[in-house]
């Protein structure tokens, strides 16, 4: 089975992070794909970088389907065009949020999230409600790291585990979820630290789509999910037309 593992953003030291803690967890037999676009924001922080994001992670949907692809995860935490992706797909498309969301209400009854900047708390609260998580999310907590200060910042991690410390205690939460795939390989470190189920959307979002294909699953082409309709796009664009 081939799994492309798309970082949405630009930068391949992420790409790289996230293509090992999908490696950590695939099966023997499946191959994962780690990349991410050659044009778009080199981290993704607000509703503008989701936005202009997707361009180059639709292109990699493209060329995944060339390349034969079984299936695809979308490793930013924003789950940014996951439905026109999965338009575009014939294998199943899995965002990382949507993944650690719900694997955690498989194992807890209520769980936190610990993200990255404060401003990008809205975009996981609609998450939450988007995915019918609002009973299970018990608070969305900022660490005010930038998604490339998780590389940089030599406290970084320490920043983190003590916010998921204080998650267990205070928010009443039985799991955390990490709110970026730039924590991928922090997950099991973490957990034992705090004592508690901490899970990192990337591996849960391949052992998913391994989960479906296994059961000959794949993106339904029935209604609004069918192939992009084909017509002329112009400018920039051109090339990107259905
Ligand atoms: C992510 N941004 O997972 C999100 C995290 C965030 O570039 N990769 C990013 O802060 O929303």
Known sequence: MKIKVINPNT?????????M?????????????????????VSIECHY???LSVVG????IRQGEIEGADGYVIACFGDPGL????????GPVIGIAEAAMHTASLIATGFSIVT???RTRIIAQQLVENYGMSRFCRNIRSTDLAVLELESDSQ???????ECRQ???EDNAGAIVLGCSGMADLATAISQEIGAPVIDGVGAAVKLVELLVSLGLGTSKVGDLAYPISKPYTGILRSLAP
Do not use: W, Y
């Open 11 to 19: 930068t391949a030291s992420m790409t790289q992070k996230i293509g």
């Open 21 to 41: 803690a999908a490696r950590k967890v695939a099966a023997p037999k499946t191959e994962i794909i780690a990349c991410n676009p050659t044009m778009g924001p």
């Open 167 to 169: 998650a267990i205690v």
């Open 49 to 51: 970088d989701e936005a």
């Open 83 to 90: 439905l026109a992706a999965r338009e575009l797909a014939t």
């Open 116 to 118: 990255t900047l404060s």
């Open 156 to 162: 970084a991690r320490k920043v983190i585990t003590e």
């Open 57 to 60: 992670l639709l292109a990699e």
